[in-house]
């Protein structure tokens, strides 16, 4: 029954808009509800029947991609795409951050689809060659001819960024036939972008070639049915455990998990960033900006800054006021990038006001009383305990007096590292990268760079959103086997 | 209206000094109070403490200060004096790791009453080293736990805490509501048994040896405990930070000082040998118990376990008269029969099965009613918060939110504590079983876990993730 007015989260299935049989979903923890079309009605309809039907998106080139993805970065401006409005009006609700900040990813939202920097960072990561044809090289008296063909892949976006506009380029670049299946803190967006596609060319192959639907994560009924070898070859699933758990159970020869593991961020400061109390005051501006942006809901915001500060009294002296600028840095982020966070996490104030209470002699709390953030500064060589809660623009400050002490800084679930200054030296970042750090930074533009270009997390999800086929061309002088005398046999193969 | 308020001034001070004592151990004189009255003497009770307690606590006088209270005129006005039980383990890590109990031994000293600085802890090279120290220097009988985080909380419970949780948790499962105390009640002398450690500074491992006294009045061979050791807080800190190393991805980050570490293979054969040695014990127990009354307190399933066995052989109806059996817990994903609590029930010879709710931080245990709600003695003060905005919701009607508790009779430490429980309160509807206390319903979730599933799906690692890696971990090693 569908008496409310709750909003409307439509599917969209290879250029058919679906709003019929919608069923309530959400509301857990005082979130929204809103209404989908019910999963078991068109789960049938979800996949591609057969992996030949990729054939349409070769009769596209990549400039036509590109052309496609321009005109449609061109009608998603925020300011005159209605679906856009729409959809940034309801995330206000269910995005972790604040409005001023979902409207700002909204308005960025044109900028990925710059053919210009699809083009650059696809070059990089696969090569426009390997996607357009086959690629011959000679090797080991042969030629071999490669060539990156798209799959039918099944992608479980996280809601924290514009992931859904992130996989539809991916898709189209690698001719992929692309489902999305939405989360629950993101369930507008996407779907606003594919509603333009089908406006701006519903017979386009590309448009043809996108599904997004929400169904709720772990749901056993859609996903049993949906998550087999015969429908989809791949699943790119953000957000690890969250996502991951319920799809590992359906992994079998013939269906490949990328997973991309949830992550956080650390940053070091060096002593010659903090010599002069100009470098100081910009080494506080850069480390809110990798703190602050986006008001830390990012995988790739600083969470533990280590400050080679040393831990004498003057050490201790300089972190702190470190930590007095970087707060006042962070309060001045224009509201676009940062703001005061919807909601503090309560177990997280529960742990810094424990900290301000308890713990006065080895952390210095500065501010985090009105909910709009915390520098904890610790007054040892060691970070907080609760270093996996740091979110919602908190950050800790950990002084140390040698460059081995700053490896503590990351694990396995390290993603970005900002460094200041830049060159404290390639040393470090090597031994961070045999650690777990997965992406070095100049302090300060961990939001401020090339974007996703190819490496993340340490895998190339890109690539390995490709099938990549081989053909093999034996060289002139090689012997047939069929020419080998007795004894001389040999296979390699 | 004077006398009035120096009538509750009155109770308050005796509520203080001896809750117990005070409603001359009876379990119905204790629940059958005013509710009004009640609210008035906790009211004057609480008001007491906070004067006295600031003066002997200093992280109290800190949160007081900073919040600007120094008297309540109502129940709620101590809201926003209650710890977070992030409190008692505000203290880093490293500390540990380095075996400063000196500087560990202040920290705890800010959180109690009484004077903890003529201990001398520099010859400690242990938390268990620590821990038997402080319980044998001081008033205190200190209370680890360690959450899903891998950290460990420091309790200062003392001993008093302890005996008054342990006489409260007679009175409660051996009186019947109604009836005025027996001799029996109140001094018989029972057989305990528990399928856990002999000794430990954790609230499992402090069981049998307050047990002991409450139960067996001091007869020791009246104990009788599974695992002849003592539960050793070093290699559960030990267990707690290599699953925290695991779960970050590098198992030779783990920060514990090496003489720990080298303990290693004597964690793991323990936490190996443990079940078999458990369900050994409770088999055997059943034989040497037979007919005698005893006080099993197990979790339900090694109690089903054993509990079906032995049915399955014939053997029933083992304990003596007034036996009592209180199960609680078990092993997560260990689903039991929707019959198990019969099959125990029937196999130990007990018409109910007890169990409780309580909380390291509070000095008070409370026992499940007949009809399965936890009655709040008059003592402990309930707050139930907002979960958002931590505001106390009416003390009226029916309440769902975070449970906070203010327990008048806790005295190593301020008795007033924030949890993570999700309950709900009747507050003013009579239970059937003529209790007219307040009363808990006995479906008590975690905040913490009812947090996750809800599809929202982040590149960020959160600490629900992190859980979540920690839980599998667990489930792992079984």
Redesign the interface.
């Given at each position: 029954m569908t008496t409310t007015t709750d909003p409307i989260c439509h599917a969209v299935i290879r250029g058919e808009i679906v709003s019929s049989d919608l069923v309530q979903f959400g509301g857990r923890g005082g979130d929204i509800t809103f209404l989908a079309p019910d999963p078991a009605r068109i789960v049938s309809r979800l996949p591609l029947e057969s992996p030949g039907k990729l054939q349409d998106l070769y009769s596209l080139s990549l400039d036509d991609i590109l052309d496609y993805l321009s005109e449609l970065g061109k009608r998603l401006e925020l300011g005159s795409n209605p679906y856009m409005q729409e959809a940034c009006e309801l995330s206000f609700a269910t995005a972790p951050t604040t409005p001023p900040i979902v409207r700002g990813i909204f308005r960025d939202v044109p900028h990925w689809f710059q053919p210009d920097r699809i083009r650059e960072w696809s070059e990089l990561t696969v090569g426009s060659r390997y996607l357009e044809g086959w690629v011959e090289t000679p090797v080991n008296n042969a030629t071999v001819a490669i060539r990156a063909y798209g799959s039918r892949a099944l992608h479980i976006v996280a809601g924290n960024g514009p992931i859904g506009a992130l996989s539809i380029i991916r898709g189209a670049v690698t001719r992929s036939d692309t489902i999305i299946k939405l989360p629950s803190n993101d369930p507008f967006s996407t779907v606003a972008i594919a509603r333009t596609m089908v406006d701006m060319a519903p017979e386009h192959p590309v448009t043809r070639h996108l599904t997004v639907a929400y169904w709720r994560g772990g749901d056993e009924a859609i996903e049993k049915k949906l998550y087999q070898p015969h429908n989809i070859e791949k699943i790119i699933a953000w957000g690890g455990m969250a996502s991951v758990k319920h799809v590992t159970k359906y992994i079998q020869p013939g269906l490949e998990l990328t997973s991309l593991d949830p992550k956080s961020s650390a940053s070091v400061v060096g002593t010659e960033g903090l010599k002069t109390e100009a470098l100081l005051s910009e080494a506080a501006s850069r480390i809110a900006s990798d703190v602050g942006a986006m008001n830390q809901c990012g995988c790739a915001n600083s969470r533990v800054v280590y400050v080679m500060s040393g831990t004498d009294e003057t050490g201790l002296e300089t972190i702190n006021r470190l930590g007095e600028q970087v707060y006042a840095a962070m309060l001045k982020l224009p509201s676009g990038i940062s703001t005061k966070p919807k909601r503090y996490d309560p177990q997280l104030k529960a742990e810094v006001d424990a900290l301000r209470l308890g713990g006065e002699d080895w952390y210095k709390v500065i501010g985090g009383e009105d909910g709009e953030g915390a520098v904890i500064v610790s007054q040892m060589a060691s970070p907080v305990e609760f270093v996996d809660y740091l979110a919602d623009r908190t950050v800790n400050l950990v002084p140390v007096d040698t460059v081995e002490e700053v490896l503590a800084a990351v694990d396995a679930s390290t993603q970005t590292v900002g460094i200041f200054p830049d060159d404290l030296g390639s040393e470090l970042c090597h031994t961070m990268s045999l650690y777990g750090a997965q992406r070095f930074v100049s302090l300060g533009y961990s939001f401020n760079g090339p974007g996703p270009i190819g490496p993340q997390d340490a895998i190339e999800p890109v690539r390995r959103m490709c099938r990549w086929i081989v053909r093999e061309i034996p060289a002139a002088t090689r012997v047939p086997l069929w020419e080998l005398t007795e004894g001389n046999a040999s296979v390699v193969a | 209206m004077t006398s009035f308020c120096q009538a509750s001034e009155r109770q308050a001070a005796g509520w203080i000094e001896d809750p117990l004592a005070h409603f001359g151990y009876s379990a119905t004189r204790m629940h059958s109070m005013d509710r009004s009255e009640q609210e008035a003497v906790q009211l004057a009770a609480m008001n007491i403490l906070l004067e006295r307690r600031r003066a002997e606590i200093p992280?109290l006088a800190?949160?007081a200060d900073a919040q600007g209270i120094a008297r309540l005129d109502s129940l709620d006005a101590m809201a926003p004096l209650l710890?977070?039980?992030?409190?008692?383990?505000?203290?880093?890590?490293?500390l540990l790791a380095k075996s400063r109990f000196d500087?560990l031994t202040?920290?705890l000293d800010?959180?109690t009453p009484y004077d903890l600085s003529a201990v001398d802890v520099s010859d400690c090279t242990s938390i268990d080293d620590w821990l038997s120290r402080l319980r044998d220097e001081t008033p205190l009988d200190p209370a680890t736990s360690s959450g899903t985080?891998g950290?460990m909380s420091f309790f200062p419970k003392s001993k008093l805490d302890y005996r008054r949780c342990f006489e409260g948790l007679r009175l409660q499962v051996l009186q019947t509501f109604g009836k005025p105390p027996s001799e029996a009640d109140l001094n018989e002398k029972l057989h305990v048994m528990t399928p856990t450690y002999r000794d430990g500074h954790s609230s499992v491992g402090a069981l049998a040896r307050y047990c002991m006294h409450a139960f067996c009045k001091g007869d020791e061979s009246l104990l009788h405990t599974a695992l002849p050791y003592k539960l050793s807080a070093d290699l559960s800190w030990l267990a707690a930070r290599l699953r925290r190393a695991a779960a970050?991805?590098?198992i030779s980050?783990v920060d514990v000082p090496a003489s720990l570490l080298a303990r290693r293979d004597e964690m793991e054969q323990q936490l190996t040998e443990a079940p078999r040695q458990q369900a050994a014990f409770v088999r055997e127990m059943v034989e040497t118990l037979k007919g005698q009354r005893v006080l099993a307190v197990g979790v339900s399933p090694l109690f089903h376990e054993v509990a079906k066995g032995g049915l399955a052989q014939g053997i029933g109806g083992v304990f003596g008269p007034g036996s009592r059996v209180m199960t609680g817990g078990g092993g997560k994903g260990i689903a039991l029969p929707d019959d198990w609590d019969r099959t125990v029930k029937t196999f130990f010879g007990v018409d109910r099965l007890f169990n409780n709710y309580g909380m390291t931080e509070m000095a008070s245990l409370i026992v499940g009613c007949e009809h399965g709600h936890y009655h709040l003695p008059p003592w402990v003060v309930l707050f139930v918060l907002d979960?958002?905005s931590?505001a106390p919701l009416p003390r009226s009607a029916t309440q769902t939110g975070r449970a906070s508790f203010f327990d008048i009779s806790n005295d190593g430490t301020w008795g007033g504590i924030?949890t993570?429980d999700r309950v709900t309160v009747h507050w003013d509807e009579p239970c059937a079983c003529g209790r007219a206390t307040a009363y808990l319903e006995n479906r008590i979730q975690r905040f913490?876990e009812?947090?996750?599933?809800?599809?929202?799906?982040?590149?960020?690692?959160?600490?629900?993730?992190?859980a979540?890696?920690l839980d599998?971990l667990n489930a792992l090693e079984g």
């Amino acid at each position: 029954m569908t008496t409310t007015t709750d909003p409307i989260c439509h599917a969209v299935i290879r250029g058919e808009i679906v709003s019929s049989d919608l069923v309530q979903f959400g509301g857990r923890g005082g979130d929204i509800t809103f209404l989908a079309p019910d999963p078991a009605r068109i789960v049938s309809r979800l996949p591609l029947e057969s992996p030949g039907k990729l054939q349409d998106l070769y009769s596209l080139s990549l400039d036509d991609i590109l052309d496609y993805l321009s005109e449609l970065g061109k009608r998603l401006e925020l300011g005159s795409n209605p679906y856009m409005q729409e959809a940034c009006e309801l995330s206000f609700a269910t995005a972790p951050t604040t409005p001023p900040i979902v409207r700002g990813i909204f308005r960025d939202v044109p900028h990925w689809f710059q053919p210009d920097r699809i083009r650059e960072w696809s070059e990089l990561t696969v090569g426009s060659r390997y996607l357009e044809g086959w690629v011959e090289t000679p090797v080991n008296n042969a030629t071999v001819a490669i060539r990156a063909y798209g799959s039918r892949a099944l992608h479980i976006v996280a809601g924290n960024g514009p992931i859904g506009a992130l996989s539809i380029i991916r898709g189209a670049v690698t001719r992929s036939d692309t489902i999305i299946k939405l989360p629950s803190n993101d369930p507008f967006s996407t779907v606003a972008i594919a509603r333009t596609m089908v406006d701006m060319a519903p017979e386009h192959p590309v448009t043809r070639h996108l599904t997004v639907a929400y169904w709720r994560g772990g749901d056993e009924a859609i996903e049993k049915k949906l998550y087999q070898p015969h429908n989809i070859e791949k699943i790119i699933a953000w957000g690890g455990m969250a996502s991951v758990k319920h799809v590992t159970k359906y992994i079998q020869p013939g269906l490949e998990l990328t997973s991309l593991d949830p992550k956080s961020s650390a940053s070091v400061v060096g002593t010659e960033g903090l010599k002069t109390e100009a470098l100081l005051s910009e080494a506080a501006s850069r480390i809110a900006s990798d703190v602050g942006a986006m008001n830390q809901c990012g995988c790739a915001n600083s969470r533990v800054v280590y400050v080679m500060s040393g831990t004498d009294e003057t050490g201790l002296e300089t972190i702190n006021r470190l930590g007095e600028q970087v707060y006042a840095a962070m309060l001045k982020l224009p509201s676009g990038i940062s703001t005061k966070p919807k909601r503090y996490d309560p177990q997280l104030k529960a742990e810094v006001d424990a900290l301000r209470l308890g713990g006065e002699d080895w952390y210095k709390v500065i501010g985090g009383e009105d909910g709009e953030g915390a520098v904890i500064v610790s007054q040892m060589a060691s970070p907080v305990e609760f270093v996996d809660y740091l979110a919602d623009r908190t950050v800790n400050l950990v002084p140390v007096d040698t460059v081995e002490e700053v490896l503590a800084a990351v694990d396995a679930s390290t993603q970005t590292v900002g460094i200041f200054p830049d060159d404290l030296g390639s040393e470090l970042c090597h031994t961070m990268s045999l650690y777990g750090a997965q992406r070095f930074v100049s302090l300060g533009y961990s939001f401020n760079g090339p974007g996703p270009i190819g490496p993340q997390d340490a895998i190339e999800p890109v690539r390995r959103m490709c099938r990549w086929i081989v053909r093999e061309i034996p060289a002139a002088t090689r012997v047939p086997l069929w020419e080998l005398t007795e004894g001389n046999a040999s296979v390699v193969a | 209206m004077t006398s009035f308020c120096q009538a509750s001034e009155r109770q308050a001070a005796g509520w203080i000094e001896d809750p117990l004592a005070h409603f001359g151990y009876s379990a119905t004189r204790m629940h059958s109070m005013d509710r009004s009255e009640q609210e008035a003497v906790q009211l004057a009770a609480m008001n007491i403490l906070l004067e006295r307690r600031r003066a002997e606590i200093p992280v109290l006088a800190k949160l007081a200060d900073a919040q600007g209270i120094a008297r309540l005129d109502s129940l709620d006005a101590m809201a926003p004096l209650l710890f977070e039980h992030t409190v008692y383990k505000s203290y880093p890590a490293a500390l540990l790791a380095k075996s400063r109990f000196d500087q560990l031994t202040r920290w705890l000293d800010r959180l109690t009453p009484y004077d903890l600085s003529a201990v001398d802890v520099s010859d400690c090279t242990s938390i268990d080293d620590w821990l038997s120290r402080l319980r044998d220097e001081t008033p205190l009988d200190p209370a680890t736990s360690s959450g899903t985080s891998g950290t460990m909380s420091f309790f200062p419970k003392s001993k008093l805490d302890y005996r008054r949780c342990f006489e409260g948790l007679r009175l409660q499962v051996l009186q019947t509501f109604g009836k005025p105390p027996s001799e029996a009640d109140l001094n018989e002398k029972l057989h305990v048994m528990t399928p856990t450690y002999r000794d430990g500074h954790s609230s499992v491992g402090a069981l049998a040896r307050y047990c002991m006294h409450a139960f067996c009045k001091g007869d020791e061979s009246l104990l009788h405990t599974a695992l002849p050791y003592k539960l050793s807080a070093d290699l559960s800190w030990l267990a707690a930070r290599l699953r925290r190393a695991a779960a970050k991805g590098d198992i030779s980050k783990v920060d514990v000082p090496a003489s720990l570490l080298a303990r290693r293979d004597e964690m793991e054969q323990q936490l190996t040998e443990a079940p078999r040695q458990q369900a050994a014990f409770v088999r055997e127990m059943v034989e040497t118990l037979k007919g005698q009354r005893v006080l099993a307190v197990g979790v339900s399933p090694l109690f089903h376990e054993v509990a079906k066995g032995g049915l399955a052989q014939g053997i029933g109806g083992v304990f003596g008269p007034g036996s009592r059996v209180m199960t609680g817990g078990g092993g997560k994903g260990i689903a039991l029969p929707d019959d198990w609590d019969r099959t125990v029930k029937t196999f130990f010879g007990v018409d109910r099965l007890f169990n409780n709710y309580g909380m390291t931080e509070m000095a008070s245990l409370i026992v499940g009613c007949e009809h399965g709600h936890y009655h709040l003695p008059p003592w402990v003060v309930l707050f139930v918060l907002d979960p958002d905005s931590g505001a106390p919701l009416p003390r009226s009607a029916t309440q769902t939110g975070r449970a906070s508790f203010f327990d008048i009779s806790n005295d190593g430490t301020w008795g007033g504590i924030v949890t993570g429980d999700r309950v709900t309160v009747h507050w003013d509807e009579p239970c059937a079983c003529g209790r007219a206390t307040a009363y808990l319903e006995n479906r008590i979730q975690r905040f913490n876990e009812l947090q996750g599933g809800d599809d929202k799906i982040t590149c960020a690692a959160t600490p629900a993730a992190q859980a979540e890696a920690l839980d599998y971990l667990n489930a792992l090693e079984g």
